[in-house]
Structures are given as C-alpha cells and as structure tokens.
C-alpha cells in the first residue's frame, strides 16, 4: 500500500476538498483507497464525503484499542473508496506517527492506497501526519501568502526523506491567461517541486458532489501511471474568443 499525505501548511487551501477527490478518482480507477482523517479536533473529511452520519468509531478509538481499525471504516458512496474518521473535539495529544503508521500498517493488506489529510500549519499534528506516510502531496493556492508557506513546506519534507509534488488548487484561468496569476511552469521553478494536479476555482459550496471530475482525474493518473500532464484551466481564455471570455468574466 502506498501511503501519501496531503499537506499544505496554510489552511484554507482546500487540502481536504482534494483529498476526498484524490480519493474518488483513484477508487473509480480500480485501486481500493483509504482515507484517514489526522486533523484531530477539526476534522472535516467525513462532512466533505457526506459522511458524518455514518461514523461509528474513529481513529482515536482504533488506537486507544476500543475497536478494530476495520470495525472503524466508513463506506463511501464510491466504490472501494473507504473513511477512517478523526475525532472531533480530540486533542490528539497522545497519538504519534507511530501510532498512525501501525494502523495503516494494519489495513495494508487491503487497501492500495491511503491518503493522509494532514491538519494545517507546522507544527505537532503536521509532524505525526507526515511521519506515518511513505511520500507527500502539497497543495497550494496561487497566490503569495500559499506560495511561501508551500515553499517552507516542502523544504520541511526533505527533513523526512520526501520529494513532494504539488497540487495547485482554485487556479482562475481567466486570470492565468491574462498572467496575473504564476504559470505551472513559474511555481515548479519557484518551489522546486513538480505540479502533478491543477484544480480549476469552482463556483459553490466545497465537497465532493460540487467539485469536478476531470483534473482529479487527471491527477489520479499520474500518480497511477506517471502519464499525462495536469488540466490547463487557461485554455479555453487564449485566443481571440477566449479574450472576450475573460472580459465577461471580469464583468
């Protein structure tokens, strides 16, 4: 089983929202996948999978041995794809990478991946997330405030070993079309990390029924099978038609 944290450093980047869809998109492509919520007393996996009125037990419970990690599991609605729920209001104060690391350990056998959401910043909660999984997606924003905490970041994760990739998520293609914004190309030379993902801005509510498919997909992928390159949100904004695009968006 391969195990991969999702980290960002700064909060608000959308890094459960791409998990829940990282999740998806590897399930719909045969692997069986499990999700584990490390955000212990904000957790909000299972609300972003719709899955809150289904949790039974949680992680805390699987390691202060109240339950078996399989008794824990929360189906998803997408086949293959599974929750191990986070406790909300859990301080998490006794838990440990190991301790995170021997439960993965124990699903391994049935599960081809697992993704970690790992809690924003840097601190305690980042350290067990990260110390439990074999390699790391950071997610970033592309605006300046996300770029340089993504940069410390991942300057953070080779303390580990890893050489992370980058999911840059909310990207307005109207607006890197026009180079307001930095290119795929400009972040991997600033961050010195390879983009696997590229995640459109949507309109709406963040959670897994409002969220497109494709990048995701995408994304999905490249992780798989190394193959392909991530969505280009630009695309349709380039050109003469697409210039009167981006005057519309902008009106």
């Excluded at 929360?74 to 406790?87: G, I, M, Y």
Aim: glycine share 8%.
């Amino acid at each position: 089983m391969k195990s991969i944290v999702i980290t960002s450093g700064k909060g608000g980047v959308g890094k459960t929202t791409v998990t829940a869809c990282l999740g998806r998109a590897l399930a719909e492509l045969g692997n069986r996948v499990v999700l584990l919520d490390a955000d212990f007393g904000l957790n909000n996996l299972d609300v972003v999978l719709g899955l809150e009125n289904r949790v039974v037990y949680d992680v805390a419970d699987v390691i202060e041995n109240r339950c078996r990690a399989r008794q824990a599991l929360v189906e998803a609605d997408t086949r293959n794809l599974f929750l191990l729920p986070s406790a909300h209001g859990y301080l998490g104060n006794n838990v440990t990478a190991q301790n995170i690391k021997l439960v993965l350990n124990g699903l391994a056998p049935t599960f081809d991946y697992a993704l970690v959401d790992c809690p924003a910043g840097i601190e305690a909660g980042f350290n067990r997330a990260v110390g439990a999984c074999d390699s790391a997606l950071v997610v970033t924003t592309p605006h300046i405030s996300a770029l340089r905490d993504a940069n410390k970041v991942v300057a953070l994760l080779s303390s580990y070993n890893m050489k992370p990739t980058l999911v840059i998520n909310r990207v307005r293609g109207d607006l890197l079309a026009s180079g307001k914004i930095p290119s795929k190309d400009e972040i991997e030379t600033l961050l010195k990390a390879t983009v696997d993902g590229v995640i459109p801005e949507t309109d709406g509510v963040y959670n897994l029924a409002a969220m497109p498919k494709k990048p995701f997909d995408m994304l999905a992928k490249r992780l798989c099978f190394g193959t392909g390159e991530p969505l280009d949100p630009a695309a349709d904004y380039r050109g003469f038609w697409g210039a009167i695009k981006r005057r519309m968006k902008r009106s």
